[in-house]
Every structure is written in C-alpha cells, then in structure tokens.
C-alpha cells in the first residue's frame, strides 16, 4: 500500500490509482475544467474532490450536482437559478448552484445526460464566465471551476446528436 502523501489520508493499493492520483495533483494547479469518464461506482466525485482540495479554491465551496438525479425540467433552475415571479411558484429570487459555488468548484456528475439546450447554456458558461437566472436579464459572471463527470460514451453521443461536440 502507498500512501501519497501526509496532506491527504488517501492509501492506494493499484499503481494505476497512485498515477491517477498524481495526474489529478498535477491538473489541480491548473484552473481549467476538467472532465472525469469512468464507469458508475469507480470514484469519480472522490476524484472531483481531490481536484477542488489541491487547488488554489480549496477554501472555497465544492458544491455537487448529480444532473441525472433531478428532473429534466428543474435543472435549469437547480443550475442557474431563477428571479421571483419568473413561473408559477417562484415567489422569490433563487440562486443557482453556479452562484452558491461562488470561487470554488462545481461538479455536474453525469453531465452526458443534459439535454442540448442546456449543454448550450454551459458551454456559454464555460467559454464567456456568464450566465442569467430563468426569469432573468441580467448577466451574472462567474468565477467557478468545472469539473463534471460522466458514464457514457461521449464520442457515440455526439455522433448520435445527444451531445455537442463543442462542450
């Protein structure tokens, strides 16, 4: 067994998780977003957090959202957030989790399963920093790290029309 180092009470069994675990270190001090492939269950989110922890935002929110495990129609929302009155219900202003990660990381787990119009809305995310609440006029910067993960197959998807081939 191999412990990395005293910073982090990681123990490794498999070289090939100490190599993974040193390749995350390394992107850590970088800031661009990241995109974690594997399959469910192999540690992905622990990877994520890994990555927020070595980073320059480790002191900053790491907030995580599971995109399969919420409703098509409320991930915009959980995402971005809304303005009071912008639907039925909203009786007032909401923040996304893009702003509760104000300089830290968010992790958008199974990002694969977005559908098009909001994988649209993150490249822009990603690409200008900016985004609006649902209901909203007003462009909202952001200083957030991405680091999203998924299970599929990314290169079938696209060719399939289920994934931009930008983001």
Not at 1 to 21: A, C, G, H, R, W
Not at 53 to 61: H, K, Y
Not at 93 to 105: I, M, Q, S, W
Not at 123 to 137: A, D, H, P, T, Y
């Amino acid at each position: 067994m191999n412990q990395i180092t005293d910073d982090y009470p990681f123990v490794f069994v498999d070289p090939k998780s100490v190599e993974l675990f040193e390749l995350a270190c390394k992107v850590a001090r970088t800031d661009i977003p990241v995109l974690v492939r594997g399959p469910s269950g192999t540690g992905k989110e622990v990877l994520a957090r890994v990555l927020h922890e070595s980073s320059a935002r480790a002191d900053q929110p790491f907030v995580a959202l599971n995109c399969a495990a919420i409703p098509e129609h409320l991930v915009e929302d959980t995402l971005f957030g809304h303005e009071k009155g912008s639907f039925t219900g909203a009786h007032q202003r909401k923040l996304g989790k893009f702003e509760l990660a104000k300089d830290g990381t968010i992790f958008l787990d199974e990002v694969g399963e977005l559908e098009m119009l909001l994988q649209a809305k993150l490249l822009r995310v990603i690409q200008q920093k900016e985004f609006e609440r649902v209901g909203g006029n007003e462009l909202i910067r952001t200083n957030v790290r991405i680091i999203s993960a998924t299970n599929r197959e990314l290169k079938q998807a696209v060719e399939q029309k289920q994934f931009r081939e930008d983001l």
